[in-house]
């Protein structure tokens, strides 16, 4: 089974901190991306990653960074926290396109408030 | 560019009704197609998929085919259960998009005993 596990179910952290969300998978998968999910708003893209050291921005990257170090790990930097940016976070993996078109597999999601 | 329009929600209905949560969509090409569910307060699941025109994917009783002509990929069920209620999502991935999702907005669903 495809595991994504992602460091934390639930962070508060204040205004003006610098936030770490990590994201871990165990199915050697290219693809990597964080979304945020807000009621009404649905899934949205934040950032992606094709392979190592590389990122993508998707449709709302501002105030937010990536880091993708090594394959399974891709992590998620909020700069300086503010209050819009309490959301829940998901974590997903997937094979590379190649002709073929893979699902995303997700994690838990991480629930982070920011007063 | 590509876009999947789903029901608007929310349902809500009977153990052991029927349920369909229609979805339709618009690429180019031949986009793969799936149903996520999210259960309350998790992370999204895949439920089922289909990649060419005519496929059917199924899981846990759900069911949905790949229709090229309506451009559908309607999610049915024959008998929902209480442990059903969720949020279901319709998405593809397709020759514009590579190996990003674009999902629909969500379809939640109440079962009541």
């Known amino acids: 089974d495809v595991k994504v596990t992602q460091s934390s179910r639930y962070l508060v952290k204040r205004t003006g901190e610098k936030v770490f969300l990590e994201c871990v998978q165990d199915m050697d998968h290219e693809n990597m991306f964080w979304y945020r999910q807000d009621p009404g708003l649905g899934l949205r893209l934040i950032y992606f990653s094709y392979d190592v050291k590389m990122k993508e921005k998707g449709d709302i990257p501002e105030g937010y960074s990536v880091s993708r170090e090594k394959k399974e790990r891709f992590s998620l930097i909020l700069e300086s926290a503010s209050t819009n940016q309490t959301s829940m976070y998901l974590c997903?993996?997937?094979?590379?396109?190649?002709?073929?078109?893979?699902?995303?597999?997700f994690g838990p999601g991480t629930r982070l408030t920011v007063t | 560019g590509n876009s999947v329009t789903q029901m608007e929600g929310p349902v809500t209905l009977s153990e052991e009704a029927f349920l369909t949560i229609n979805c339709t969509y618009t690429a180019t090409g031949y986009p793969s197609l799936f149903w996520y569910v999210q259960y309350p307060g998790e992370g999204l699941q895949l439920l089922l998929k289909?990649?060419?025109?005519?496929d059917k994917g199924s899981n846990k009783g759900f069911e949905a085919t790949y229709r090229k002509e309506t451009t559908s990929f309607h999610l049915e069920k024959g008998s929902v259960q209480v442990s059903d209620s969720a949020v279901y999502f319709c998405a593809l991935s397709g020759w514009t998009s590579g190996s990003r999702l674009t999902f629909g907005e969500g379809t939640q669903l109440t079962v009541n005993p």
């Open positions: 997903a993996s997937s094979f590379a396109s190649s002709g073929r078109f893979y699902e995303q597999y």
């Open positions: 289909a990649t060419k025109a005519d």
